[in-house]
């Protein structure tokens, strides 16, 4: 399907599939394409796989039911481009639960660890569990490597991982882990070293969060036990006063799945917009719906930057990335007003914008796993 030594990834989302297909040249990672299924689920999908040089190789719409789906058809597709398999599958896993913090190689193990943590992420992990599944299914004898979201906040300190609550829970995972982890190494990795000490990034999209770093480790982040907390997002409402959901108990006696979709699936922009979750979209209205929603996430946003400004002493270098925030300068330019007292402006050098590239640090991991495996006497 490809050239020897060349890594498959899958990054699944709650609605869409990405893929990207890296061949290593002279120690380099090179793309040879890179592909993605939208819409997944809806009444219409789309399928779309790309080149290195950009030129389209396939697109087509068509009804799309699951993420295991989606990878059918873009691997069928890439095996008709490429006459031989990957030496390596990754695959990124939003959460692993409490017990898997590093990139691991899958293994049966591994596959049971993550089924017993699902009640951590029961919206991701078993997502996840069935894009590992199928790939296996595909590629029986190909290795392939788990990599979290989680992993790179592992460096923060018990008073950012702690919540207010007994210790008992702390001690069976109920603590903060952080996620789009893979995000803020693909952007940190591109920054010119040595890194600024202080830098913030904001990965704004369909999920959002606000991540402080000092000297190129976690410090703490939006997020917490689950990628529902943190900031409001395009359909999750970020974190909440608990008596909302003991509200919602007592007077409407919501089941805990009822209360899962509604905080994950109903809320956030979709819910002040009344209906709307796509940002572009929102800026096009004129209403006081749109208005109030763009302003309640600019608001948050800001407020998180300002606090990590805090907790850094300081902020060298605040990068925006995710879809919203690496493409929307309207709303950059909305969260950075009042901002400037931190030096933080749209045209200064202590702000970027920069692509997430989740796919190639995936791909980046995966032979880094494989090659400790290597070295430890087992071939791939």
């Known amino acids: 399907m490809a050239e020897q030594g060349s890594i498959l990834v899958f990054n699944s989302g709650s609605s869409s599939l990405k893929l990207g297909l890296f061949t290593e040249v002279e120690g380099v990672l090179k793309p040879l394409c890179e592909g993605e299924a939208d819409g997944i689920g809806r009444a219409s999908g789309k399928l779309e796989l790309k080149d290195a040089d950009g030129q389209t190789l396939l697109r087509q719409e068509q009804p799309i039911a699951s ?129 600024p000490a202080k830098i913030v990034i904001a990965h704004l999209g369909g999920g959002s969060s606000v991540t402080a770093v000092l000297d190129g480790k976690s410090r703490d982040t939006s997020m917490g036990l689950s990628p529902t907390g943190g900031v409001p997002m395009s359909l999750r409402t970020g974190d909440l006063d608990p008596a909302v959901l003991l509200y919602l108990l007592r007077t409407e006696s919501l089941s805990a799945d009822a209360i899962e979709k509604l905080v994950n699936h109903d809320c956030g922009l979709f819910a002040l917009s009344n209906g709307e979750s796509d940002m572009q979209a929102l800026l096009s209205r004129s209403d006081e719906a749109a208005a109030l929603a763009i302003d309640v996430f600019v608001t948050s946003i800001r407020k998180a930057i300002g606090g990590y400004a805090a907790l850094l002493g300081g902020i060298d270098l605040l990068i925006f990335t995710g879809g919203i925030g690496e493409h929307s300068a309207e709303i950059r330019k909305n969260i950075l007003a009042n901002l400037e007292f931190l030096g933080l402006t749209e045209s200064g050098d202590e702000v970027l914008h920069l692509p997430a590239q989740e796919e190639l640090q995936i791909a980046l991991h995966t032979r880094q796993v494989l090659g400790k495996r290597e070295t430890n006497g087992t071939n791939l």
């Not at 207010?164 to 882990?177: F, I, N, S, T």
């Open 67 to 195: 993420q295991e789906e989606a990878l059918e058809h873009l691997v069928t597709k890439l095996r008709g481009l490429y006459k031989q398999g990957p030496t390596a599958i990754g695959h990124r896993v939003v959460h692993g639960g409490p017990q898997l913090r590093e990139h691991v190689l899958i293994t049966p193990d591994v596959m049971r660890q993550l089924e017993s943590a699902v009640h951590f992420a029961p919206l991701h992990i078993p997502e996840a569990l069935r894009i590992i599944r199928k790939a296996q299914e595909l590629f029986p004898k190909t290795p392939q490597v788990a990599c979290f979201d989680t992993t790179f906040h592992r460096t923060m300190p018990e008073v950012a991982t702690h919540l207010p609550m007994p210790m008992r829970y702390y001690k069976a995972g109920v603590q903060r882990y952080g996620f789009h982890g893979l995000s803020c190494e693909s952007v940190l990795r591109r920054i010119a070293q040595p890194l």
